[in-house]
């Protein structure tokens, strides 16, 4: 049975350590497994504390640094984060292969070094493997719905067509997973998620995971965001302009990887001809005399230089293709989201509706419809925030890629220079 | 390589011939095949030609005609521009003198040579059709300078240069196909040359020529194939460079959308585009490689024609050898009545009755005649031979420096092309890796 609603804390900018925490007043027994089937106390305040982990409904600390720093990000101009102000650092690295009965799969170490308060100890080592960090996101994905959460890499591999446990593949993995985790350590509100904690930190990651599980099947429809149906009435103009610069930055990033492959497709067709090449000059040094020595010479350069197109070619394929292609999937998260703030837009405004329909002498708008534009506002703040600092993280990102494509690419005409220069 | 006189831009014999003189003050020629001494092939050489006369085949025009059967046709005509050169500057520069010649001439004027001078590496001439289109401008282009290249190699050629047809070739527009019939070359081309495979069997081969005849298959075998590698290799950097100018145009789209990062994208756009405009240069400077490599594959051919007429000539005088050895036997044994050898005569005489006295007195002069004769010729054969091997050894060596020195700088310079092709890609990844550091 649902708990009468009580008024939530608001999301403006009042702190909410004035507030009383709305689960704290209620009984254990009564809230049971801590979640009620009322959707209104399921919707996001960007506060991380409304899912609770303990299922007996002990109330966690609702001074949460999460409220106050979303707050800051309200009222800072600058959110970014400068190294020396870090005092959470995340790593994967050092992958192991595991062979059970039952299958075989890689796990990565992830380790953290950190001085905040929300972590009992400053290092942390632990073994996780790619199906934890997909659990990880879906949890900060429930739990975080305003937000936009980085993408991981493609959870699904055909098999026989790429190698699982290629040493190139799992060292692609190992980095996006590794930039999965620390575009999450940067962010203000995400990193002080719980999830996020217990993922970083737990021995037995396996154990916490069922308790959610639990959780989620008691609670059923009513984690699931609601997606009324509602019908928009008008997007606010910067949302609509993130949904069009989303489509088309989608698109273009689309079109460089098509022909970022087909250039290595060509140059892989290139290097089969060259490979052809160079041994014809060794065969016909071998007929002359004295031109033995500069034939040989072409014939070795030829060599040299398909060595160094496969490294570029490897390169793109390792280095490029996966960050866009990364790219791509992070936008398609992200306009997701931007679809869950319509509806809950759209929600606000058919409840708006409605009770000016009602007619209804009150003197203020009932509490739901408040709860709603709430939400709305939150939403929207939230969703703002983090598309700057995407922006901006996007910026630096397609910046170092670039330069490395143009770095990558004039080292191998170093190569074949410096090759050629000895004939 | 500097030329000391005004030449032409298209000089290269003249600059190899020089490189050649400074080769030979520098060795010590130990040539039994030589037809001349170092110092003496030096004089021949300040002597051709080419010192003499800059020539020029500077263009190419359509013309219409009809042909031998009446049949209207268009063909190209190029035109010859030859002035004397002036030994002392005197300021003053000679009148050029000029006339226009089709390919065919040509064609005719290098069967003249090959003729006339079996034991020469006659000069190849330029490919003779292109499947396509022989108006194609690039293919008429290429032709041009692959004619003069052959003119100005027969030009510093010591022994064809001097040639009176060659000269009239340059000079005399009229009448100059009747002055090479007159000199009845096509009765001495022997036309079992033609038959390109066909072996005879030479019981005593040269060793020297069958190595050379085989080093020449061989050559043409690996240059055709390296050519043919070539040209694909050509075919996939086009692809590749082209691809890159796809990024100009989706980098300039995204751009748009961008603000900070717009301009830095836009300029590496446009970078990218001139990366991709790029190989159309570079592939036109390869293409002059690869003729210079098709000019030795050619002149490989002209190398095992030499190879083919001494043997030829190796074969028609064993074959002489042969007959007026069993001449001899013949005569022997009608002097002496006895048989050694089985022949049908013998058989039939022996069957039909002997021959009387006076009848085999009259046979054995004839053959006596037919033996004297025989032995002139095959002593005559023999000069021939010897003189031949000489002659046509001294032009193979002249031949091999030339190409040792034309393909090393042929492979040198093609290295230096890729080198420059590579400082290029440098030069525009450089350009692109500043405008990203921009965005």
């Known amino acids: ?423 | 390589m500097e030329s000391t006189e005004p030449e032409p831009s298209d000089s290269r014999p003249e600059e190899e011939e020089e490189e050649e003189e400074e080769e030979e003050e520098e060795e010590e020629e130990e040539d039994d095949g030589a037809l001349l001494a170092p110092k003496q092939r030096l004089a021949a050489m300040e002597d051709c030609l080419a010192k003499k006369m800059e020539i020029t085949v500077s263009e190419a025009e359509k013309r219409t005609g009809r042909n031998a059967m009446n049949i209207q046709e268009t063909y190209t005509a190029y035109l010859i521009e030859t002035r004397a050169v002036e030994s002392q500057s005197e300021g003053q520069c000679a009148p050029v003198e000029s006339l226009w010649r089709r390919y065919s001439e040509f064609e005719l004027l290098r069967n003249y040579l090959s003729v006339t001078y079996p034991h020469i590496v006659v000069p190849p001439l330029p490919e003779k059709r292109l499947s396509a289109d022989n108006m194609d401008p690039d293919f008429v282009e290429r032709r041009r300078i692959g004619l003069e290249n052959f003119l100005l190699r027969v030009a510093s050629h010591p022994v064809l240069c001097q040639d009176k047809i060659f000269y009239a070739f340059l000079m005399q527009e009229g009448g100059w196909k009747e002055m090479v019939n007159e000199t009845g070359f096509q009765l001495k081309a022997d036309s079992r040359l033609k038959a390109l495979n066909a072996t005879f069997r030479v019981k005593n081969p040269d060793k020297r020529f069958t190595e050379l005849k085989h080093y020449s298959d061989e050559l043409q075998s690996v240059i055709s194939h390296l050519l043919r590698v070539r040209a694909r290799v050509a075919d996939r950097l086009y692809g590749v460079y082209k691809v890159h100018g796809n990024y100009g145009r989706v980098f300039s789209e995204w751009s748009a959308i961008e603000k900070e990062m717009g301009d830095g994208l836009q300029s590496a756009g446009h970078h990218m585009d001139v990366y991709a405009a790029s190989i159309d240069d570079i592939l036109e400077e390869e293409e002059h490689y690869a003729d210079q490599l098709k000019e030795y594959l050619f002149y490989a051919e002209a190398l095992r024609a030499v190879c083919r007429k001494h043997e030829l000539m190796q074969y028609d005088l064993e074959m002489a050898a042969q007959d007026l050895t069993s001449k001899k036997q013949q005569c022997e044994e009608l002097a002496t009545g006895t048989v050694r050898t089985f022949s049908l005569k013998g058989m039939t005489s022996k069957l039909f009755g002997q021959e009387t006295p006076e009848q085999r007195e009259a046979k054995i002069k004839v053959l006596e005649e037919q033996i004297q004769e025989g032995e002139e010729q095959l002593k005559s054969k023999n000069l021939e031979g010897r003189d031949f091997v000489k002659s046509a050894w001294a032009d193979i060596e002249r031949f091999k420096e030339q190409k040792n020195h034309d393909l090393k700088e042929a492979l040198i310079s093609y290295a230096v092309m890729q080198i420059s092709m590579c400082k290029k890609g440098i030069q525009v990844w450089t350009n692109a890796k500043e405008c990203f550091s921009k965005m």
């Open chain 1, 1 to 423: 049975a649902a708990s009468a609603p009580k008024p939530l804390p608001s999301s403006g900018p009042k702190s909410l350590r004035e507030m009383p925490h709305p689960l704290a007043t209620s009984s254990s027994e009564e809230m049971g497994p801590a979640l009620t089937p009322s959707p209104d106390l399921l919707l996001p305040r960007s506060i991380a504390d409304k899912d609770l982990s303990l299922p007996n409904g002990t109330p966690v600390d609702t001074s949460s640094p999460a409220s106050s720093s979303s707050l800051l990000n309200r009222l800072q101009l600058d959110d970014d984060f400068d190294v020396e102000t870090r005092d959470l650092f995340v790593t994967v690295d050092d992958p192991k292969k595991h062979v059970c009965t039952m299958e075989t799969y890689i796990t990565y170490r992830v380790t953290t070094k950190t001085t905040r308060a929300e972590f009992d100890l400053p290092e942390y080592s632990v073994r996780r493997r790619y199906q934890d960090f997909d659990w990880l996101r879906n949890k900060l994905e429930e739990s975080q719905p305003t937000h936009l959460i980085p993408p991981l890499p493609e959870k699904f591999v055909v098999k026989g067509v790429v190698d699982r446990f290629s040493e190139e593949f799992v060292e692609t993995r190992r980095k996006a997973l590794d930039k999965f985790l620390k575009r999450i350590t940067d962010h203000p509100v995400l990193s002080f998620n719980e999830h996020f904690n217990v993922f970083l930190t737990a021995k037995d990651l396996n154990a916490y995971k069922k308790q959610g599980m639990a959780l989620l099947s008691k609670m059923g429809e009513s984690v699931k965001y609601v997606t009324g149906g509602y019908k928009l009435r008008s997007r606010p103009l910067e949302f609509a302009a993130i949904g069009d610069y989303l489509d088309t930055f989608s698109l273009k990033l689309g079109t460089i990887d098509r022909i970022a492959q087909r250039i290595i497709k060509e140059q892989l067709e290139y290097l089969v001809e060259l490979r052809e090449y160079g041994p014809v000059y060794s065969t016909w040094g071998g007929l002359e005399v004295e031109l033995s020595e500069p034939l040989e010479g072409v014939s070795a350069c030829i060599g040299n230089c398909c060595t160094a197109l496969e490294e570029l070619s490897e390169d793109m394929t390792e280095d490029f293709l996966p960050v866009l292609r990364e790219y791509i999937l992070y936008a398609e998260s992200m306009k997701n989201v931007l679809k869950k703030r319509d509806q809950v837009q759209a929600e606000y405004e058919a409840k708006l509706e409605a009770v000016a329909l009602k007619r209804e002498d009150r003197p203020k708008v009932p509490t739901d419809v408040e709860k709603c534009q709430d939400r709305v506002e939150c939403f929207n703040a939230d969703l703002k925030a983090d598309m700057e600092r995407w922006q901006n993280n996007k910026r630096q990102d397609f910046r170092q890629l670039l330069m490395g494509m143009a770095d990558k690419n004039i080292q191998y005409y170093e190569k074949v220079r410096v090759a050629l220069a000895s004939i």
